[in-house]
């Protein structure tokens, strides 16, 4: 230990580096360049995603920061030692009686049934033999002595006015809160964010900004703010009041943290060693009316700058006028906070902001009203949308939407573009094409110097075209003096002051909400409920935190040889169970595990007539024909004349393929579902119905090179877009021809002609001989699914729907708004491809 408090493994690392001469090194591998290899072969490996990002950039870290003290105990390890000592060798489930106690207990905290309502199910006469109570439950739960201490603090509030006796009117008003830094002991001593948590600088050899928020693992409710109508304050002076009564709870919730940040605090951290920590507010997140009242500002200022109220959609210009700069006379709570300078601490909120604001509020009824016959048109064309899974559907359109929620807004982003093409003008176009491209880049994940200056100039974009607007008589002057589009400038500052901004959305935090606030309420019994939901919150923390340790134990075992690791199996379930990868009928693919299909096919023994009827694939025995010739020996291609009409065949519904990780858009693998199901007629009286079928359409290789494979080439020269008419597999006797799953497409044309103004790509059916030009394909050259809109023109046609919307037209552009993914691909690669191949066209023009 005290060579790691004298000397890091970095101080040394660096000693050794720089003692070797690099000169002598090169100079050496220079001489042996022609020599004949006798050492292992070396292959260079891909070192890129498919994003562009390098999958290892160069890390150096900070040599002094983050010095380790001494040898510090995380969460786990106390519990842990107190089982110990308890009895006798390890008694694992202390304080709960077994493991089947344990389970009990952890279903009925983690229920959102109340005290009153436990009790009358463990009355029941099937739990006769289970000696537990509610009140029992919690004191059980309460020995685990994990969580945060809460505390009630009263303080008064003076009313500006007096009652008829000429006394002055005092409200009392509660304050619930908790030690702030006890909290932040809890999560960097929690083993769980061990791979999240870094204690120095990083200096990283990439342009990279990709520092998340986790807030559904790392989140901790520190205080229940009091909620009153002021009442006894006059109304002029009502506002101002409420404003300081927030920023008094908030000195009081944070006044720990003066000291801490100034001085530090010793902390044991998650890797087992104790550091000194210096606790700062790095960040606030808000929506836009809380953004204003913590940085003390009148809501329809920025909450950021000083920016003149009149020219906010312009440049920009500061004032430093008290009255004109629309500041409050509060006292702020962040006054005494060492380090930390709120106006940068206040983050992007793409929820409120943006999908909110920016889109649904502005620019879709700009758009709305800039379309021929408005509305009618824009509800027909979403209800002629195609088909999608990962796409919602609006079956009467959006005009008439009451409630609108955060879904919502992403999902009409996804093909808003496309449902005012060709229906409004081209400058409004190009207007909500800069709205949606900001919209997009602003929720990457990982950003490089590269995506922020496309985020800046999808936002100069909308600045350009956005006039079209003030011509349509759509707005007035000032048209655009709106608080959230001028908050759009900051976004490039506070990504790379902060890190990316999917991680500040308020989405988080009000889905804690109903966490922290609605099932706690739900839980008690009305009386006094805050005490109560304090205790509850503390049991709910306390119970996760002994299920990570039951977890964390198991590792462990398994890592000293006594028992099975089971650790990895569990992350790995967790990993399915995110991404949904598989079911239980399901397997991968042999040797091939992006890709997985059921175990069983559904349809056994289907003959190939009857797929050729259903499945719509009138081409189906010559395309097999042609495949089993060109995969099968010589020997056995006379055997593709075999198959036949009567040729039995197993069919599938549908197989899932792992998308290649792009760290813009996360660093979990995701998974595409590719479906064919033919249509099926219903019984329903009086009539039959027919259930439509469901056909996907994917991208596709036309030769077997992968995505990562593609360097310098065209991204899409070697994909093209197909509809999956049916998945199936050889039965019997022809298995042995080809024993792995495939799949009958037809085709689309290439990607050859691109829109500059929608900036999508359009593909049409490919034809020969007036049929739908057709092959059959392993599953595994289907790289992901897309999305298929029609090229709509002026007007709808009002008969067709999104289930033959695929039939009825024959143009259609490829949508690249369908999810973040397909953003990256058919706009941030392809655009900077297609900068690269402009340069080197002007390097060698003649001059």
């Not at 020219?311 to 004032?319: C, L, W």
């Not at 690791?565 to 992350?571: H, I, P, R, Y």
């Not at 559904?602 to 009138?618: D, F």
């Not at 290789?701 to 494979?709: A, G, I, W």
């Amino acid at each position: 230990m005290a060579d790691l408090n004298e000397r890091s493994y970095t101080d040394e690392l660096v000693d050794l580096l720089t003692s070797l001469n690099v000169d002598d090194m090169e100079h050496s591998a220079l001489e042996q360049d022609n020599q004949p290899s006798k050492h292992a072969h070396i292959e260079e490996v891909e070192d890129e995603e498919p994003g562009g990002l390098l999958k290892d950039p160069f890390v150096h870290l900070h040599p002094t920061a983050g010095r380790i003290l001494r040898k510090g105990k995380t969460i786990y390890d106390k519990i842990h030692e107190t089982q110990v000592k308890d009895e006798l060798g390890d008694k694992l489930w202390e304080p709960f009686a077994d493991d089947e106690e344990w389970d009990l207990v952890q279903f009925l905290i983690g229920s959102s049934l109340s005290q009153k309502d436990i009790d009358q199910y463990l009355k029941l006469k099937i739990m006769s033999s289970v000696s537990l109570t509610c009140s029992k439950a919690h004191n059980i739960v309460s020995r685990l002595g994990i969580g945060p201490s809460w505390l009630c603090e009263t303080f008064e509030s003076k009313s500006d006015e007096l009652d008829e006796e000429g006394n002055q009117c005092i409200e009392y008003l509660e304050l619930w809160r908790c030690n702030p830094l006890e909290c932040i002991r809890e999560l960097i001593r929690n083993p769980i964010f061990c791979e999240y948590l870094r204690y120095a600088p990083e200096e990283v050899f990439e342009d990279v900004y990709g520092e998340k928020s986790i807030y559904t693992r790392a989140t901790i409710l520190i205080g229940y703010l009091p909620v009153t109508k002021l009442e006894n304050f006059s109304k002029e002076n009502r506002a101002l009041r409420g404003y300081q009564l927030f920023h008094n709870c908030m000195r009081l919730l944070l006044k720990l943290l003066v000291a801490a940040g100034m001085n530090g605090i010793t902390m044991n951290c998650t890797d087992g060693f104790q550091r000194k920590i210096y606790l700062i507010v790095a960040a606030y997140v808000a929506d836009h009316p809380e953004q204003c009242l913590i940085a003390c500002c009148q809501e329809n200022r920025c909450p950021k700058c000083l920016v003149d109220l009149d020219k906010r959609a312009v440049e920009g210009d500061i004032t430093v006028s008290f009255i004109t700069g629309g500041l409050q006379a509060v006292r702020p709570f962040w006054t005494d906070l060492p380090h930390c300078d709120i106006f940068s601490c206040i983050t992007p909120d793409i929820l409120h902001q943006l999908h909110k604001g920016v889109f649904k509020d502005h620019t879709v009824k700009w758009a709305t009203a800039s379309v021929n016959e408005k509305g009618t048109e824009v509800d027909c064309r979403f209800q002629a949308m195609t088909a999608h899974p990962d796409l919602r559907y609006f079956h009467k359109g959006i005009s008439l939407i009451s409630q609108w929620t955060g879904t919502k807004y992403k999902n009409t982003e996804k093909v808003f573009l496309r449902v005012i093409a060709g229906a409004a003008e081209k400058d409004v176009i190009l207007a909500v094409r800069a709205v949606l491209d900001f919209i997009y880049y602003a929720h990457f994940e990982t950003h490089t110097e590269e995506s922020l200056q496309n985020l800046d100039r999808a936002w100069q974009a909308f600045h350009r075209y956005k006039h079209v607007f003030l011509r349509n008589e759509v707005r007035k002057q000032p048209a655009f003096n709106i608080p959230k589009l001028h908050l759009m400038i900051h976004y490039v500052h506070s990504i790379r002051l902060l890190g990316t901004a999917d991680g500040y959305s308020t989405e988080g935090p009000e889905r804690l909400h109903i966490d922290f606030a609605k099932l706690g309420y739900c839980a008690s019994n009305r009386k006094q409920y805050i005490s109560q939901m304090a205790t509850w919150l503390n049991c709910q923390e306390a119970v996760r935190h002994f299920e990570g340790y039951l977890q964390w134990l198991e590792v462990r075992k398994g890592a000293d040889g006594s028992a099975e690791d089971k650790g990895e199996s569990d992350g790995e379930e967790d990993s399915v169970a995110e991404t949904k990868v598989a079911e239980d009928d399901e397997e991968s693919v042999p040797s091939l595990e992006r890709y997985k299909i059921a175990k069983k096919p559904p349809y056994l023994c289907v003959p190939i007539k009857k797929v050729i009827t259903q499945y719509g694939a009138p081409d189906f025995i010559e395309c097999l024909q042609d495949f089993l010739r060109g995969e099968c020996e010589d020997a056995c291609a006379s055997t593709a004349t075999q198959i036949h009409g009567a040729t039995n065949i197993s069919i599938f519904k549908q197989f899932k393929v792992t998308l290649l990780v792009m760290s813009q858009v996360s660093k979990k693998a995701t998974v595409n579902t590719v479906r064919a199901i033919a249509s099926q007629l219903t019984k329903k009286e009086p009539f039959e119905a027919e259930s439509p079928g469901s056909f996907f359409t994917v991208l596709t290789h036309t030769s077997r090179q992968t995505l990562n494979q593609r360097n310098e080439e065209h991204l899409l020269h070697d994909l093209a877009v197909a509809e999956v008419r049916a998945i199936f597999q050889l039965a019997g006797e022809h298995s042995c021809q080809y024993s792995k799953p495939l799949a009958y497409v037809q085709w689309f044309t290439s990607f050859q002609a691109r829109n500059n103004t929608v900036g999508m790509y359009t593909v049409s059916h490919s034809t020969h001989n007036h049929r739908h030009r057709a092959s059959v394909i392993p599953i595994t050259d289907i790289e992901w699914t897309c999305h298929l809109i029609p090229v709509w023109g002026v007007h709808t046609d009002y008969t067709v729907t999104r289930h033959n919307a695929l039939e009825r037209y024959t143009k259609f552009y490829v949508n690249l708004y369908l999810r973040h993914y397909d953003f990256v691909i058919f706009r941030l690669l392809l655009d900077r491809w297609l900068r690269k191949q402009n340069e080197r066209a002007a390097v060698i023009q003649p001059e």
